[in-house]
């Protein structure tokens, strides 16, 4: 069975302070992983897929495979980053997504 | 937005009504998902579907049905409402390269 667990549900920083959101998962193969992004009310977007190592809006993730972990990074944080993240893995068939139960970023001034 | 949309945006029913929920897209895209959002839970699968009329069952499928008769449609169907089913639900389909997801709108869910 495949599980990710984000152990925070809530996380608050200040502006311009480094952020880190983390994301652990269970999986026997190998995973996709991915973090997607809700701010208020809208749909869920894409943030980052990890086979990419892109850099979106100054995110990172990095897979570790030992520790089974994709944490979310930002060495500053702006208010504009204010959501709820989703940490999600895709493995076995038919491409389902399992979700976390998501960590809510808020962003102080 | 990936071509993809959701009706109704807002819904309000009452128990043990029937309510119909859809799902377009214009991407010509296999898969197809339906998922529920609650606070403390994430999203969950309800069901999927992997072609027409080829639909499956997701994490958490009791009390909902589905069908796709056209690629580009995806019904959910709760055949009696309950106040449990309050819900914003989710529809996504597959991305370029099947594993990731595109998501429509949400439709928030209301039962009384």
């Known amino acids: 069975a495949q599980r990710v667990t984000q152990p925070e549900k809530l996380l608050s920083v200040f502006k311009g302070a480094p952020v880190e959101l983390k994301c652990n998962y269970s999986y026997s193969g190998s995973p996709e992983l991915f973090w997607y992004v809700q701010y208020s009310r809208q749909r869920l977007q894409l943030l980052l897929r990890h086979i990419s190592r892109e850099s979106i809006k100054g995110f990172t993730a990095d897979l570790n495979k030992g520790e089974t972990s994709f944490h979310l990074k930002k060495p500053f944080a702006q208010e504009e980053d204010s959501a709820m993240y989703y940490c999600?893995?895709?493995?076995?068939?038919?491409?389902?997504?399992?979700f976390g139960k998501g960590t809510l970023l808020t962003v102080n001034p | 937005d990936a071509g993809i949309t959701q009706s109704p945006r807002h819904k309000v029913t009452e128990t043990g009504t029937p309510v119909t929920l859809r799902c377009h897209q214009t991407?010509?895209?296999?898969?197809m998902y339906w998922y529920r959002q609650d606070p403390g839970h994430g999203l969950r699968l309800i069901h999927y579907?992997?072609?027409?009329?080829?639909?499956d069952k997701g994490e958490v499928s009791d009390g909902y049905s589905v069908s796709r008769s056209k690629t580009e449609d995806f019904l959910l169907t709760l055949e009696s409402a309950t106040s449990s089913q309050t819900s914003v639900y989710f529809c996504?389909?597959?991305?370029?390269?099947?594993?990731?997801?595109?998501f429509g709108p949400g439709t928030r869910l209301t039962v009384t």
């Open positions: 991407e010509n895209h296999r898969y």
């Open positions: 579907s992997y072609g027409v009329k080829d639909t």
């Open positions: 996504a389909i597959e991305g370029q390269d099947s594993y990731e997801q595109y």
């Open positions: 999600a893995l895709s493995g076995g068939s038919n491409y389902k997504l399992t």
